[in-house]
Structure formats: C-alpha cells, structure tokens
C-alpha cells in the first residue's frame, strides 16, 4: 500500500515554485522536499490544509492511494 503525493503537479498547474509554496505555507523547504517526495511518514492536518488553501485544490488533488497490486 502507498500513498502517492502530487503537489508537483498542482505546483505546475498554478505556476508556483516549492520556495514560494514553502514560505506561503510556513515550512522549510527540507520537511516540504520530504513530503513531496514521499519519503514523508506522516503529515499534520493544519499542513495538508495550508497546502491546499495556498494551491486552492482539495486533499484528493495531491494524495492518492494505490494499493501493491496498482504499483507493481
């Protein structure tokens, strides 16, 4: 099971650039590199909400489930 996490596509879709989402939404550009790149192992609410108040998109825009059998 995986989540996948699209916030490079919702950057590209609004023209936005991971400082400039970084500094809007208030973390550093280390903890947002490990969000978006996976490699995250949880994630606050009031985060998941910055992010989707400052890309304008819901929760499902940028996290998906796949289960093992989709991935492989």
């Known amino acids: 099971m995986a989540i ?6 919702m950057l590209a879709k609004r ?8 500094e809007r939404v208030g973390i550093t ?4 590199s490990i ?3 996976g490699k995250a192992k949880a994630v606050r609410f009031s985060t998941l909400e910055a992010i989707c108040k400052t890309l304008d998109c819901q929760p499902g825009d940028i996290l998906e489930y796949k289960s093992d059998e989709d991935i492989q």
């Open 4 to 9: 996948m996490i699209h916030i490079d596509v």
């Open 15 to 22: 023209k936005m650039s991971v400082t400039e989402l970084s």
């Open 29 to 32: 550009m280390a903890n947002l």
């Open 35 to 37: 969000l978006k790149n």
